[in-house]
């Protein structure tokens, strides 16, 4: 089955189309700043999953309270002053939670931008099932706020508005699967500073590493070519990231986001090589292994086969497999030929010597 994808951005020319800055909410804005505002609003959707984002020249403050019920994660991704929510200041990279049925106050006092995420409370189990803490709905009960790492923030205010802008190149539907890996990796960029803000996990010991890593590549098998992400493995498993983490730098001596990215990049390398350039395009077949930046997409997929990807595809090997199978055709036409002409050669003589016996019976 297939999961509806849609992608609208609009433009902003005052502070009244900041009303709808969260898809499915409303907010009472008025403007701090002066000048005319200007900026736009974007509001993705996966099905009944949605991620808004926004960005504004001028400081705003927003109100809003909250009835239908969703659990609203929200990511600064950018700000020219300073922003507050509630009594929570804010830098670039932050994240707020935002819990249900709850007041939001914020405001911001020079131009900015955002994204923002809504769940229901229900899903919380199931993405961040190996977590304890955030797989506990009760966790996202209380307003709360994660000042970022500067690594996790800086990554996260680039990735999102990267995923954004290359689904929205993929209007119209996506495989469950497609779906489901673009919908945690969504997640995983807005909630990965609350990730590293939990304490150690001391549910008890780990499994053993060399077994965990053993089943998680068994697993992966059996998923076949389609991408995984690392909250899905940890859900699977029930283990939480730090543990898997150990597990696989324990064992291979890389973590397991490198592995999963190896992985998929054998994964491109194998369909490349079995494709016809004129079929297929680079984007394409990476943006279904989940890359979205084709840049540092072909760096990685360089530096470990030690050729570019579109080499793979329109190069040597894809002329060498043409050959190959120009060959195997000319070879099997030519026993054809071998046969029917013994098969037709072997009907005439029986027609001779038919002939034969007849004429001495008559």
Request: positive net charge.
């Amino acid at each position: 089955m297939n999961r509806p994808i849609s992608v609208n951005t609009s433009n902003l020319d005052s502070f009244e189309g900041l009303q709808h800055a969260v898809q499915g909410t409303h907010h009472d804005v008025m403007q701090l700043g002066r000048g005319r505002l200007r900026g736009s609003l974007t509001h993705l959707s996966i099905g009944d999953f949605s991620l808004s984002g926004g960005s504004f020249s001028v400081g705003v403050r927003a109100q809003r309270v909250s009835t239908d019920g969703k659990l609203i994660i929200g990511l600064l991704l950018n700000s020219k002053g300073r922003v507050t929510h509630w009594s929570f200041d804010m830098q670039p990279g932050d994240v707020l939670v935002m819990p249900p049925n709850t007041e939001h106050d914020g405001s911001f006092h020079g131009a900015a931008s955002y994204a923002a995420i809504r769940l229901d409370l229900a899903e919380v189990a199931s993405l961040f099932k190996g977590e304890p803490r955030l797989s506990d709905p009760a966790t996202w009960c209380d307003k709360n706020h994660y000042r970022t790492n500067s690594s996790v923030g800086i990554a996260a205010t680039r990735q999102l508005p990267l995923i954004v802008s290359c689904l929205a190149q993929q209007q119209g539907s996506l495989s469950d699967d497609a779906a489901d890996f673009w919908k945690r990796s969504i997640v995983d960029a807005a909630t990965g500073t609350i990730v590293h803000s939990l304490p150690p996990d001391t549910r008890g010991p780990a499994p053993s590493a060399m077994q965990l890593v053993r089943n998680v590549e068994s697993y992966l098998e059996a998923t076949g070519p389609r991408p995984v992400h690392i909250s899905q493995i940890c859900a699977d498993f029930n283990v939480s990231r730090r543990s898997l983490h150990r597990a696989f730098f324990d064992v291979l001596g890389l973590g397991p986001v490198t592995f999963l990215r190896h992985k998929r990049l054998c994964a491109i390398h194998s369909i490349l090589r079995d494709s016809i350039a004129a079929n297929v395009t680079v984007a394409e077949i990476a943006m279904q292994q989940g890359f979205i930046e084709l840049g540092r997409f072909s760096h990685y997929y360089h530096s470990l086969f030690g050729e570019y990807p579109s080499e793979t595809l329109g190069g040597r090997h894809s002329a060498g497999r043409l050959r190959t199978r120009l060959d195997d055709i000319e070879r099997r036409l030519t026993r054809q030929i071998r046969v029917a002409r013994a098969t037709f050669g072997q009907g005439q003589g029986s027609v001779a010597n038919s002939a034969k016996l007849k004429g001495a019976v008559c």
